[in-house]
Structure formats: C-alpha cells, structure tokens
C-alpha cells in the first residue's frame, strides 16, 4: 500500500511486528450505544468491537484459505472475459445481429484489426485498475490501521464485485452500452481500494497473529496457497468453456468472491485496541482540514523515502519497476498464444496452468535445495557462496538471466510446444522477485521494513500502469509487421529484464547486517 509510516503524537518507534500503517494500543467499548450520522463516520473507530483474538495458527490457516480462494478468482475472469468481449468486437467488425444465435465462430475473430482492438480495450482496463489502485490504497490503509482490518477488507471485496459486475453488465447489454464503458468498472476499486489493499490487509493479518519465529513459514504458506489458486483456475476456466461457454467461469468467479467474504468472517481482528486518550487524539486529528490531512499524507511519504539511502537498495526498487511487465504478461498470453498458435481461448487456460506447475516446482523444491546445496561445506569452492547475503544476490542474478532466456523462447517459438517450453524456463527463474525483495530487507532495520516494502508495492503499480499499454501495442505492431514479429512484445520484454538484470551487478551487499534483536534509530545500512 502507499505508505508504511508509523506515526503518533507521542512518536511511538515502530517494530517489525507492527501492522503497515498506524497501529494503537487497546481501546475501550463504549457504555452507549452509538448513532451514525456523516460526521461521525470518520470517529467511528471508537465504536468498533474487536473481538478476541485467536491463535496465530488458527487465523494464519483461515488467511491462507481465503488467499487460495481470492487468487482463484481472478484465474476465473481473465480467459472469458477476453472471449466475450472479442466475441462483441468479432460481431460488430463483420456487422453481424445479435440474434443470429450463438457466439461467433472463435476462427473468424482473430484477423488484426479485432485483436488489436481487444488488446487496447484490456490493456487501458488494467492500467485503470493500477493507477485506482495506486491512488485509493494508501487511505484505504491507514482506515484499516484505525477501524480494524475485517471491515476494510469486506469493503474491498465489495468494491471489487462491483467493478466485476459493471463490466459484466457493459458486455452483456453491448448493443446499448458502448464496450469502452467498461473502463468505468476501474472506479470501483476507489471503494475498499482494489486488490493492493486486500493484500496488504492479509499481509497485516499475518504479521499481526505471528512472531518472528513463526513469520517466515506463515507467508511461505500464503504464497503457496495463492499460487494453487493461480494454478488451479485457469484450467478450471477452460475445462468450463469448452462445455458451458464463457458467462458460467464469470458468475463462479463472482461466487467465489463471495464465498471469501463469507469466510472472512470467522476470522478474528487482529488490530489491537486503542488507549481512551489516544482516541481522544484521534478524534482531535480528525477534526482537521483537508489541506493538513493532505499535507501529513505527503510527508509520511517523504519519510518513507528517507530510507533510500543506499544505491543498492535505490537499484534494487528499479528492478521492481522493470520488471513488472513480467507479471502483467499472464493476462496478455491468452490473447497472444490463440492468435499466434490458432487455438480457442478456452484452450489457453491448460497452457497457463502449466507455468504455475514450474513456478510450484521452483518455489517449493528447487529453489530450496538450491539455497542448502550452496552453503554446504561439502559444496565445491566455486559453487559455494560465503553466506546466506550473498547467496540471495547470486539466486537473484540467476533467476533473471534464467527470466531472460524463458522470455527469448517466447518470442521466438514457431510451435505451441516450443512456447510452452520457453514458459517452464520462465517458471524456473520466478523466483527473482520474492529474492529481490528478501535483498531489500537487508538494507533497513526491521522496524522501517514496512515503509520499503510499501515503496516497492508503489512501484510495482506504477510499473503496472505502462506494463499493459506496452505489451498491446508491441502486440498490434506485431501483427503488422507480420511473420515472426508477432514475438515482438516478448522480444522487447526480454532486452527490458535484460537490461533490468544488469542492475544487479551493481548491487552491493551491505558489509555489516544487524542483527534483528537490535533496534536503532538510524533505517539504513551503509556499504
């Protein structure tokens, strides 16, 4: 989310266990029962109940179920909301009715100019959803970090169902509503904040119900369970086209949001309650202007850049920034391998679930043994890295020079097969940004790591917002070109990690790293 920033009038230092933004003390339930009006909705953290919390495992298991189900979603949408809307440009290009029954024969809605037209309609939808994102994550934050974290993750999710179900609505009833209206679907992740905030909440929850000890499987397991979301929906996605056509995937997407929002609520609030006078403080804050709201805003921000005073670490962020596209580059690969390789979209889901197969592989064994193998005794000299600092910056060299080749194969796979090899390389080298930012958290003490994850989650939208646009107009140059310039977009994502990877080998590791246990003042690490 935007910022990380711990800040109270009795300048409270921050630790690592604290949640991303504000986090307080204990507050007391009121005697009174409480009446809303539209000036005590920003007071109406004193009224929250919270209730007790319970075990960090119970609440980490019930965070990985809702991750698995939320990352799902997703992985439901993306293949079929493509079809349908090349479904309407196909028919609107040829000028067909709408009662001609059925949807288009899928072999007649690849020409160029349809394809572009799809690839530029999602493309400015993602960089919609991004720069919404961007701007609505940081408020959304700090009301989780003052009213709790279940009632703005229930506000997130209901903002997101409402972007799905704009969209839908716009697709379904094209003939009246203009297609391009579905952009507007971007406006209501301005309610709850989008995915960015939902992240950061589960992220939040995590740390909260855990302690060092405990922290680092707990979001090994989080990542795993996302990543059998993202594995499993696009398969499922397609096996459901091929018999039901494209609406049914949509409304189980839709469903399952719900469903999370349901499991959502068995999972206890595990922000700490605030003293009675920092709620008096509070509401003396809140009793301020726009323009000193705005003002505190902006120079949390600022403080939060005061971290970055490393090169290595200032390296390290733009390697977030270039390397983005690699992600935004999954919703755009179902478009291109049914134009490409001629298949039926519903087809692609198999493709994809197949890379998040090589990313499990990776993530779950060989990166792993990779990481013991090299810090053995037994290893040969060559081969053996002095600790586990350099080992991390070594891992991530790899993984993006791997990232690079994968890419390569992309762009220049004349068959469906070839491609799908090029993707398990690219499986192989996913490592590189849990290893990237693993690097960065060498470079500050554990109380300021909120702030620089915040930063990188900043830069990792920004990189969002031109990821799309640029891999669908490389897309339509492509096409133009024709032959295999169709490889264009992977081709210059591929000089674009390349060119991103040679950063790495100006990074650094720090000669001394504190030690966790030790809390000081100063949030930076020289070289």
């Known amino acids: 989310m935007g910022g990380g920033v711990q800040h109270r009038r009795d300048s409270v230092e921050a630790t690592e266990s604290s949640p991303l933004l504000l986090t307080h003390e204990r507050t007391r339930r009121p005697a009174h029962r409480p009446t809303l009006s539209l000036t005590s909705i920003a007071n109406v953290h004193v009224h ?83 720069a919404v994102g961007f701007l609505a994550a940081f408020p959304w934050g700090l009301l989780a970090d003052r009213i709790g974290r279940k009632p703005v993750f ?34 209501g992740l301005l309610i709850g904040g989008g995915t960015a905030v939902l992240l950061g909440i589960i992220l939040s929850m995590v740390t909260d119900s855990t302690n060092e000890e405990e922290r680092a499987i707990a979001f090994l397991r989080l990542h795993v369970a996302s990543l059998c979301g993202d594995l499993l929906s696009p398969a499922l996605s397609s096996f459901m086209m091929q018999r039901l056509g494209p609406w049914p995937p949509v409304w189980v997407a839709v469903s399952i949001l719900m469903t999370s929002a349901i499991a959502f609520l068995f999972v206890p609030e595990t922000l700490k309650h605030q003293t009675h006078r920092e709620d008096i403080e509070h509401m003396e804050t809140d009793a301020q202007n726009l323009k000193s709201r705005i003002s505190h805003v902006v120079n949390r921000f600022k403080d939060s850049l005061s971290i970055l005073r490393s090169p290595s670490i200032i390296l390290l962020l733009l390697t977030s920034l270039g390397a983005r596209p690699v992600t935004a580059t999954m919703q755009f690969m179902a478009q291109f391998i049914s ?22 592989v990776q993530a779950l064994i060989i990166l792993p043994w990779i990481a013991r193998f090299v810090m053995k005794d037994t290893t040969p000299v060559k081969f053996r890295a002095t600790n586990e600092h350099h080992r991390d910056l070594s891992l991530t060299r790899w993984s993006y020079g791997i990232l690079v080749v994968g890419i390569a ?9 070839g491609f799908i090899f090029g993707l398990v390389i690219m499986g192989l080298g996913s490592g590189f940004n849990s290893l990237t930012r693993s690097l960065m958290s060498l470079y500050v003490d554990p109380e300021h790591r909120s702030r620089l994850f915040s930063l990188v989650g900043m830069m990792e939208v920004i990189g969002s917002v031109y990821a799309q646009p640029m891999l669908a107009g490389l897309f339509t140059l492509g096409m133009r070109l024709g032959g295999g310039w169709i490889g264009l977009p992977y081709f210059v994502l591929s000089m674009l990690v390349a060119a991103t990877a040679s950063l790495l080998f100006f990074v650094r590791v720090p000669k001394e790293v504190r030690d966790p246990s030790i809390t000081q003042e100063d949030g930076h690490h020289q070289e």
Not at 51 to 78: D, E, M, Q, Y
Not at 88 to 103: A, S
Not at 106 to 125: P, R
Not at 165 to 187: C, E, K
Request: glycine share 8%; net charge neutral; with cysteine.
């Open 339 to 360: 134009k490409r390789y001629s298949i039926e979209l519903a087809e692609t889901g198999y493709v994809q679930s197949i890379y998040g197969i090589a990313q499990g």
């Open 154 to 187: 229930s506000i997130s999710l209901c903002g997101i169902l409402l972007s799905i179900l704009w969209q839908m609505a716009v697709l379904y009833f094209h003939t009246t509503i203009p297609i391009q209206l579905v952009w507007l679907g971007s406006a």
């Open 409 to 417: 194969a992309l762009a220049l796979a004349p068959t469906l097969a």
């Open 48 to 130: 929250v109940h919270v209730p007790k919390v319970h075990s960090g495992r119970t609440v980490v298991n019930l965070l990985c179920l809702i991750a698995f189900v939320v990352s799902s979603s997703s992985g439901f949408t993306s293949i079929p909301v493509i079809r349908i809307l090349e479904d309407i440009i196909c028919r609107q290009h040829y000028g067909l009715r709408e009662d001609t029954g059925g949807p288009v024969d899928e072999k007649l809605c690849k020409g160029d100019a349809i394809q572009a037209k799809v690839a530029f309609i999602m493309a400015i939808q993602s960089s919609l959803d991004a």
